[in-house]
């Protein structure tokens, strides 16, 4: 089934917010943007903010007021995506259909793909005497067939975020409403991520690259990890002075297409990751108190490369080991030496090439311990909301890299990791 897309226009569209843009010409803009960041944080409900905004700019001929539109900075490589994809594209806004009808033109959007609010115009057709219909997004979006994708980034855009199947918050120009990411399947924070996510979606073939590493790397990190007692998901647990996770990135920096699979306190999540990088695309697991890390994965991976690898965000593992796993063109399993209370063992045999491969996945027995990480065709993935290892059953024997790790469950093991980074990781 082919998506159709639904975005929100200020801010998601345009590199500014509209309204406040007008009030500047009228020396009122700091009022203007006040009111609308208040909005769209959802602290002033949107119909009522919208009204008393509008009437504030009522004074601007409407004339005056398409004019500075048109100058208004857009996000030019989504207004690409729109113009390539116009038939499916549908612009969802809040804002009044007089004041953007030679936006919309411009971005290649017709009228019955514009759902906007409409305004009441004088008989000269260039003073707003008011407003006739306030958009719902909610309701308005009800008669567009599924399955589609919506983009944006204010309160009043979550309904619609709500009701796609694939809801994404768009946090390029400002911080993008909870109400929304509370909804939502992904979160990005630039344009190019979220125009390479929207191509994937849309030509259902490999996430579009132009980078040499060629892989989808998806991080869990939404599980709560609530054994060591910290207070907070195990990922951001700082270890040596660094959060776990931010460890990760530092040694995936080379990479360009990272999936951070988010759900327990997500807002802490994803704040730490843009504070070392903004192209990192999130992915929601709202669900993650009733599934595992194999429905976090499964999330992740759609939409992704044709090769995806597999790490909990709470695994401290040898950086050499880790480059070893990313490096291999083969699927393949990392396996270390048993060490946790209840481990997943895999046994193994040695084939032709010298190599060992695991057989079989068993709480009972096995030479080696699992540890999360594995890289796979996409093709290969099947379904599962289990754990991760579940997905590898079907595909045994498969190629086992030994990688050492620490894994971080109580306080002896946490002060044993810190050694073990400050050691310059020997044993
Ligand atoms: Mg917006």
Same mark, same amino acid.
């Given at each position: 089934?082919?998506?159709?897309?639904?975005?929100?226009?200020?801010?998601?569209?345009?590199?500014?917010?509209?309204?406040?843009?007008?009030?500047?010409?009228?020396?009122?803009?700091?009022?203007?943007?006040?009111?609308?960041?208040?909005?769209?944080?959802?602290?002033?409900?949107?119909?009522?903010?919208?009204? @008393?905004?509008?009437?504030?700019?009522?004074?601007?001929?409407? =004339? +005056? !007021? *398409?004019?500075?539109?048109? $100058?208004?900075? #857009?996000?030019?490589?989504?207004?690409?995506?729109?113009?390539?994809?116009?038939?499916?594209?549908?612009?969802?806004?809040?804002?009044?259909?007089?004041?953007?009808?030679?936006?919309?033109? @411009?971005?290649?959007?017709?009228?019955?793909?514009?759902?906007? =609010? +409409? !305004? *009441?115009?004088?008989?000269? $057709?260039?003073? #707003?005497?008011?407003?006739?219909?306030?958009?719902?997004?909610?309701?308005?979006?009800?008669?567009?067939?599924?399955?589609?994708?919506?983009?944006?980034?204010?309160?009043?855009?979550?309904?619609?975020?709500?009701?796609?199947?694939?809801?994404?918050?768009?946090?390029?120009? *400002?911080?993008?409403?909870?109400?929304?990411?509370?909804?939502?399947?992904?979160?990005?924070?630039?344009?190019?991520?979220?125009?390479?996510?929207?191509?994937?979606?849309?030509?259902?073939?490999?996430?579009?690259?132009?980078?040499?590493?060629?892989?989808?790397?998806?991080?869990?990190?939404?599980?709560?990890?609530?054994?060591?007692?910290?207070?907070?998901?195990?990922?951001?647990?700082?270890?040596?002075?660094?959060?776990?996770?931010?460890?990760?990135?530092?040694?995936?920096?080379?990479?360009?297409?990272?999936?951070?699979?988010?759900?327990?306190?997500?807002?802490?999540?994803?704040?730490?990751?843009?504070?070392?990088?903004?192209?990192?695309?999130?992915?929601?697991?709202?669900?993650?108190?009733?599934?595992?890390?194999?429905?976090?994965?499964?999330?992740?991976?759609?939409?992704?490369?044709?090769?995806?690898?597999?790490?909990?965000?709470?695994?401290?593992?040898?950086?050499?080991?880790?480059?070893?796993?990313?490096?291999?063109?083969?699927?393949?399993?990392?396996?270390?030496?048993?060490?946790?209370?209840?481990?997943?063992?895999?046994?193994?045999?040695?084939?032709?090439?010298?190599?060992?491969?695991?057989?079989?996945?068993?709480?009972?027995?096995?030479?080696?311990?699992?540890?999360?990480?594995?890289?796979?065709?996409?093709?290969?993935?099947?379904?599962?909301?289990?754990?991760?290892?579940?997905?590898?059953?079907?595909?045994?024997?498969?190629?086992?890299?030994?990688?050492?790790?620490?894994?971080?469950?109580?306080?002896?093991?946490?002060?044993?990791?810190?050694?073990?980074?400050?050691?310059?990781?020997?044993?």
């Amino acid at each position: 089934m082919e998506y159709s897309y639904l975005f929100d226009l200020d801010a998601t569209i345009t590199k500014k917010e509209i309204l406040p843009a007008l009030a500047d010409s009228i020396g009122i803009g700091d009022v203007m943007k006040k009111m609308t960041e208040k909005t769209m944080m959802g602290e002033i409900p949107f119909a009522e903010s919208f009204s @008393k905004r509008v009437e504030m700019l009522s004074v601007i001929p409407v =004339s +005056k !007021a *398409r004019e500075i539109i048109a $100058g208004i900075p #857009l996000h030019e490589e989504l207004v690409s995506f729109i113009k390539e994809n116009s038939d499916r594209c549908y612009v969802v806004t809040g804002n009044l259909d007089v004041w953007i009808s030679g936006l919309m033109e @411009k971005i290649g959007i017709s009228k019955d793909h514009c759902l906007c =609010s +409409k !305004a *009441r115009l004088d008989e000269n $057709g260039d003073k #707003l005497l008011g407003i006739d219909k306030i958009i719902d997004k909610g309701r308005a979006i009800a008669a567009i067939p599924h399955p589609f994708a919506a983009v944006g980034d204010g309160d009043n855009d979550a309904e619609m975020i709500a009701a796609a199947d694939i809801g994404i918050g768009f946090g390029a120009v *400002r911080n993008v409403a909870m109400s929304l990411l509370n909804n939502a399947t992904h979160a990005v924070y630039t344009e190019e991520k979220l125009c390479r996510l929207l191509r994937a979606i849309a030509s259902k073939v490999s996430y579009p690259s132009d980078a040499d590493l060629k892989k989808t790397i998806v991080i869990s990190c939404a599980g709560m990890g609530t054994r060591l007692g910290v207070g907070c998901t195990k990922a951001l647990v700082s270890v040596a002075g660094k959060p776990l996770l931010l460890r990760q990135l530092e040694l995936l920096k080379d990479y360009d297409d990272i999936r951070i699979v988010v759900g327990y306190q997500y807002e802490k999540v994803i704040e730490m990751v843009l504070g070392y990088r903004k192209d990192v695309t999130f992915v929601f697991n709202h669900n993650y108190k009733n599934t595992g890390t194999g429905d976090s994965f499964l999330k992740g991976a759609a939409h992704g490369r044709d090769m995806v690898v597999a790490l909990d965000g709470d695994l401290l593992v040898h950086p050499d080991d880790l480059n070893t796993v990313l490096e291999c063109p083969d699927e393949c399993i990392g396996g270390t030496t048993p060490g946790t209370d209840n481990p997943v063992l895999m046994s193994v045999m040695i084939k032709e090439d010298g190599q060992e491969y695991v057989t079989e996945f068993s709480r009972q027995r096995g030479k080696y311990e699992w540890t999360g990480l594995m890289q796979m065709k996409k093709e290969h993935l099947g379904l599962t909301t289990g754990h991760v290892y579940f997905l590898l059953e079907p595909r045994l024997p498969m190629k086992m890299i030994f990688i050492r790790t620490r894994e971080i469950d109580t306080m002896d093991d946490y002060k044993n990791a810190v050694r073990w980074i400050e050691n310059g990781y020997k044993d």
